[in-house]
């Protein structure tokens, strides 16, 4: 009771410190509501300078909250990916600043116009434990890069990454630029209700939509980037070992922990046995061991390798055939949150696996025997955030792109589609709403606003009412057709 009480305290004190620095926020953009790109580029060097100061200490804290967390991952997806994002801003914002010079027809002549970007103001992230620092600090990097102040939610579930976020932005820049909250739902619960002028979310599909009816009652913006079942393509042709080296791969990165990796895979019928073998073996190279292996990454927590091990009990208890690939043929049932990869075979409908987002290193395998076959199973679901395809005969290719719709998508690779600094990066309908990263991110956190310019002769005067005259005919006679 009294832990209870202490904690609601808390989550109250966090509240009012929420709501102190929005507006502290509100009024600082007020007094600048259109930094310069020396201000800018300023913010962004200050931020990647933070991150390779302390890449270790953000290393340290991530493996500490997995219990298990790759440190080559943490580079790779989190310090590697959050530099190159703020490299790629440094290098093109000058070019994004500029105002757009736009077409006036001669029916406006004399006149100029042009489109300029103005930041929106004050932008809310809300960040999942999947890639706590990434997914802070890449929305972020967009963020101050189209000139706005941001508050930053991190994830309950990543505490010590959470508190040593909110250290090194307090160190970093003045609360009334950017600032992190930390807290428990209910605090994530007022962050999202709050008037931001934009909200960008990153989690699942059933909590993006209370975000979006929250940010509804404020009619603030939102870009949502949520996930679904990404489906794997293997085109019957393709020599086997090149489809599996690459989705071994992209399921295997933090233990399938990433919005975008392989959720299941669809294979030709008559190639499963093939598809199984080279991923035992795929699997065993890159992970001779589990436990004790540091480049395997561990599930996040308890209650998320219990929802994982239920899922395969439940795929289990209906039909399906369960194979655990554990190269070392360790005992995993105490003492650590490390999960082998289970591959699950004739899995059905009615199991939660082919139900909900997997989240972990389980990856059921559907059977197809025509192309056609595979993308009807594909767009009778819900539209994914990502879809690989495994082929190198471009007219299928083709056909694929054309008869699917999906957030993203990689040709022959697995989520590497995220790390390319120029392609946006968004999902569509159930997947997500809106698009970041690329040019896209600056314009995601940018209005664009139209601006007419007319000189002191007006000739639009001409065609004012009193209507039928002349000139009224002409213009009928030239502009309606």
């Not at 997500?432 to 664009?448: D, K, Q, R, V």
Request: proline letters at 6%; one cysteine or more; aromatic letters at 8%.
């Amino acid at each position: 009771m009294v832990a209870n009480v202490v904690e609601l305290s808390s989550s109250k004190r966090e509240i009012q410190h929420l709501n102190q620095v929005l507006s502290t926020q509100k009024q600082a953009f007020r007094e600048n509501p259109m930094p310069s790109l020396n201000e800018r580029l300023d913010n962004l060097k200050r931020l990647k300078t933070m991150v390779l100061k302390y890449e270790t200490e953000i290393c340290d804290a991530i493996n500490s909250d997995f219990s298990s967390r790759s440190k080559d991952e943490t580079l790779i997806a989190e310090i590697m990916s959050v530099v190159s994002g703020i490299n790629y801003c440094m290098k093109n914002l000058k070019k994004w600043m500029k105002p757009e010079k736009r077409h006036v027809n001669i029916l406006f002549q004399p006149a100029s116009a042009k489109v300029v970007y103005q930041p929106k103001g004050v932008v809310g992230i809300v960040v999942p434990w999947n890639y706590p620092v990434f997914l802070a600090l890449g929305p972020l990097c967009f963020a101050l890069a189209a000139g706005n102040r941001a508050m930053i939610k991190m994830s309950e579930y990543t505490p010590k990454t959470s508190i040593l976020m909110s250290k090194l932005i307090a160190e970093t820049f003045d609360e009334s630029l950017v600032t992190v909250i930390t807290g428990e739902a209910d605090v994530a619960q007022e962050f999202t209700k709050q008037p931001f002028d934009h909200i960008l979310f990153t989690g699942s599909t059933l909590v993006g939509s209370h975000v979006m009816r929250a940010a509804a009652e404020n009619l603030t913006p939102v870009t949502l980037e949520l996930g679904g079942k990404s489906p794997a393509i293997i085109a019957p042709d393709v020599p086997m070992h090149d489809a599996v080296d690459r989705i071994c791969f992209g399921k295997s990165f933090n233990a399938g922990q990433t919005c975008v990796a392989p959720d299941y895979v669809l294979c030709p019928s008559d190639k499963v046995n093939e598809f199984v073998e080279y991923y035992k073996e795929t699997f065993a190279r890159l992970y001779p061991s589990i436990k004790s292996n540091h480049d395997y990454t561990a599930i996040v927590d308890d209650r998320q390798l219990q929802r994982l091990k239920s899922w395969i009990e439940d795929a289990r208890s209906k039909g399906a055939e369960i194979i655990e690939v554990n190269p070392a043929n360790e005992d995993m049932k105490s003492g650590t949150r490390k999960l082998p990869l289970h591959i699950i075979l004739n899995p059905t409908d009615d199991m939660t696996v082919m139900q909900e987002e997997i989240f972990g290193p389980i990856l059921p395998v559907v059977t197809y025997n025509s192309m056609n076959e595979a993308i009807n199973f594909v767009n009778d679901r819900p539209r994914p955030l990502a879809l690989y395809y495994f082929g190198y005969n471009t007219e299928e290719q083709d056909h694929v792109l054309t008869k699917t719709h999906a957030g993203g998508v990689c040709l022959n690779d697995a989520i590497m589609h995220v790390a390319l600094d120029d392609l946006p990066f968004g999902g569509i309908g159930p997947s997500g709403m809106g698009a970041y990263h690329g040019h896209e991110g600056f314009l995601t956190f940018s209005h664009a606003k139209s601006v007419l310019s007319k000189p002191r002769l007006n000739s639009g005067k001409l065609a004012y009412a009193p209507y039928g005259k002349i000139i009224h005919k002409m213009i009928y006679k030239f502009f309606i057709r």
